[in-house]
């Protein structure tokens, strides 16, 4: 059965650091997202993405966060410049349309900063 | 914006004896609802979901029952078994929209 990978599964980095989060979404899905999850906290929307561009972005998603899909088959978040509370499991997550609501998602990246 | 509550936090129950889970949403204009199994070291998997043209959907053991006016809705899985230990998150998503919100969680222990 296609799913959605990660990785890494786990990323440690310092504070101010750049970090990188990579996903491959199912190979017929076009739309992607990224959610996150603080621990002991909600799964939270960050951003979706189609056809190139953010669709729709929530508001922790800001000037240190973008969204980039490199090549056919990867779909990566970076953060700019982490900060401690940015510490938390990243999700990725597709859909094969956007009308298509099932949003499927993959085994995350733990990301922990120092 | 949309905000789903989920209760309760921890639920432990017989093996073999039915588990219920329950959530609120507020925005009357959501319309998909999915149910999410997480299990340790993994992302959410979508186990079942109903939309608001259906008010209740079952596959095998489990069943999701949606009542609009109240805006609840509800996980009943029936004969529990071990491997129905999880995290249950229930998720509220707006017609016009991309994401999808969800609850807290619930811990589901199923004893022995």
């Known amino acids: 059965e296609p799913e959605v990978t990660q990785t890494p599964s786990h990323q440690v980095t310092q504070m101010g650091q750049e970090v990188i989060l990579r996903c491959v979404p199912i190979?017929?899905?076009?739309?992607f997202y990224w959610y996150r999850q603080i621990l002991g906290q909600k799964v939270e929307f960050l951003v979706s993405f189609y056809n190139n561009e953010i669709s729709e972005k929530s508001e922790i998603f800001d000037d240190q966060f973008s969204v980039e899909r490199p090549d056919g088959s990867n779909f990566t978040l970076k953060i700019r410049s982490t900060k401690l509370e940015d510490s938390a499991m990243y999700f990725c997550?597709?859909?094969?349309?956007?009308?298509?609501?099932?949003?499927?998602f993959g085994p995350g990246t733990r990301l922990t900063v120092t | 914006g949309e905000n789903v509550e989920q209760h309760p936090s921890t639920l432990s129950v017989q093996e073999g004896d039915s588990a219920v889970i329950k959530c609120t949403y507020s925005?009357?204009?959501?319309?998909?609802f999915p149910w999410y199994k997480q299990e340790l070291g993994k992302g959410p998997q979508l186990i079942i979901d109903i939309r608001s043209n259906v008010g209740e959907k079952k596959d095998q053991r489990i069943a999701v029952t949606l009542n609009k006016t109240a805006k609840h809705f509800s996980l009943h899985i029936t004969e529990t078994q071990p491997e129905d230990s999880a995290v249950y998150f229930c998720?509220?998503?707006?017609?016009?929209?991309?994401?999808?919100?969800f609850g807290k969680g619930t811990r589901l222990h199923i004893l022995p």
């Open positions: 997550a597709s859909s094969e349309t956007r009308l298509t609501y099932e949003q499927y």
């Open positions: 998720a509220a998503r707006g017609r016009r929209d991309d994401k999808i919100i």
């Open positions: 925005d009357s204009a959501s319309n998909y």
């Open positions: 190979s017929n899905h076009l739309y």
